[in-house]
């Protein structure tokens, strides 16, 4: 039997923001890909993500922003980890993200960013390259 | 006619056999990939029970015989009339920064002839009932849109419409949901302040909470006490505010959020039937009511035939509805009053080779034009690009329009698919698949039993996932991202400038400049008036009967905020909880 654990995902939705569809099917594909997903829900604090991140001891945090807050609120994340002293969990970040923006969220410490239309194993294979000694 | 389907079936099967079937044999394939549609399609009804005329029961072929911009078209191209996106006489959607970010940009948009009433967009923390002091609202004050905490801030807005734009000229729309009973309180004390009758109001709140539990996310109260709401604001519009819509109930929203196209048409309405029995349940008569009702769109997508049949569809299925079921006599009680038909969905365009977005958008426009609705080219092909539109995308979007209602004539016959084998039979099938769900969720006790038995959300969400599997697994086809990306395709290279609509620097300082307002408001105002129009709110909200405007009102008037008029209905109502999926 294999006794490795599986990858552990949070995927979040900070901010009021509630356009869902890429929350949801982020969190069903990777689940079916062979992760632990845990999806917050909406309306989630940079806080509350950090705490939840760290109290089901994600491997990996998935931001999901189409409100155009994404410099901000993404932000408030990496702040957190690091005050949090959690930083060693790979942050990416999908949703409506303009490309001349994307420079600016990998200088905040953001491993990938991944717009529409990526396609869920190419996500999946990401996570798997970067979070070792685990399966999924 | 009998003795005509005799004949077609014996036609239709010596056709399979020596045609088809050879065909399909000769290329090795299981089934034909094409179908073709015979009389003997249509199972059942005629042409008067099933499609009727344009502007008469059941309204399949379109609510009119014509819409007022066929009326007025040929003169609109003579003096080269330009719209100002919106609908009808309001202006572009928007709204950002503080009311003086806003009210600003609208006397200048006036100064530049763009004179439609205010389209307001409002910020998120408005649109969930926090004011912009919250904890909840940091990072978020006037980005998606203007933040309006008081009655206060309602009336800077309202500076840049008076004289010849004053309320009683102009319409105002309200892209508000949980909080709209609080906006629609404002309109009316900004009315009565300016000593304008309130049945010279017109407009449209959207007033459709349903479908933010479903799918668009801006819910405040758990969904009984939100249609409590609901019901009060349609029996205050329907006896004060005489002249303005009630709603504008959208299955747009559910479906880009991943809902199918049955999934939309019957959510829609089973919240439209909500809505309904909510103002009968205050008391109202149907026609007093149904006729200010309106739909704000459905969803779409490229597969036009099927958006045709939709349009079709839910035209018959809502006249019937409100006919059979209510009892309505009025025939405005039974249109679907939309400002467009069919189109593509937001949700189709593509990041990638984003141009192609105008073909599809003008391939969604004549599917408009052919089911009822002026034949729009919707979205701007770099919709998927980030928010704002570049002003060559928008010109390439009014372009395309124009070229299709004066080149290509696509509107000039109303339901010019009316009669066809094949659109019949597929209207006459999304109409059952429809009203198969929409028993489902009847079964359950309504939408409101179904959005909080948890039901259509997470409805909408495996559906989503579907469709992503249908794309990844390539059983759908996607050009340019799941399908044509070899190394012989070129990357189109476009150019995109978005302009900034709002001042970058007043948005960036709209946050601290807001809640120093507030801090102001709250300074000045009348704290023991506050107090009791709230504590009188409160009383008011422990009493389910009571409709609850009137004191909403002396609450905005008293100038409590919108969180404080919310907080107190939390305290009474509780919050919604998200549903797990």
Known sequence: ?136 | MGNDKKKIEVALQEWEEKVLYPRVKRFNLQESPTRFYTPLSIKHGNFLEKVGFPGQYPFTAGNQPFDFWQAYASEAARMGYRPDWGGGQVGKYGGFGTAADYRDYLKRMHSMGRKGGPNIAFDLPTQCGYDSDSPYAEGEVGRVGVAIDSFRDFQIIYEAYTGELDIDKVPSNFTINAPAAVIIAMYAALAKQRGIPLDKLRGTPQNDILKEFIARGTYIFPPRPSMRLFRDTCVFCTQYLRALNINSIGGYHMREAGASRIQDLAFSLANGIAYIQAGLEGGLAIDSFAPKFTFNAFGGSMEIYKEIALQRAARRMWARILKERFGAKDARSMLIRQPITAHIGCSSTTLQRPLNNLVRAVIGGMAAGMSGGIPGAFPPFDEPLGLGHSQEAVQLQLDATRIMIYETKVADVCDPWAGSYFMESLTDATEEEALAELEKIEKMGGAVAAIENGFMHRAVAKSAYERQKQIESKQEFVVGVNSFTGPNEIEVMINRVVEDTYDPELLRMAEERQKANLAQLKRERNDQAVKESLQTLKMSAQDEKENLMPSICACVEALATLQEICDVLREVFGEAQPVKL
């Open chain 1, 1 to 136: 039997m294999n006794q490795e654990r599986k990858i552990r995902v949070l995927i979040a939705k900070p901010g009021l923001d509630g356009h869902e569809r890429g929350a949801h099917v982020v969190a069903f594909g990777l689940r079916d890909e062979g992760f632990e997903v845990i999806y917050t829900g909406l309306r989630q604090t940079p806080g509350q993500i950090v705490n939840a991140a760290i109290q089901e001891d994600v491997q990996v945090i998935g931001l999901s922003i189409l409100s155009g807050a994404h410099l901000s609120l993404t932000q408030k994340v990496m702040d957190g980890l690091k005050t949090q002293h959690a930083n060693d969990i790979l942050v990416i970040v999908g949703g409506v993200i303009p490309e001349g923006d994307i420079a600016a969220l990998k200088g905040m410490g953001v491993a990938a960013v991944f717009t529409a239309g990526t396609p869920i194993k190419d996500i999946a294979a990401y996570i798997r390259t970067y979070v070792p000694n685990c399966s999924a």
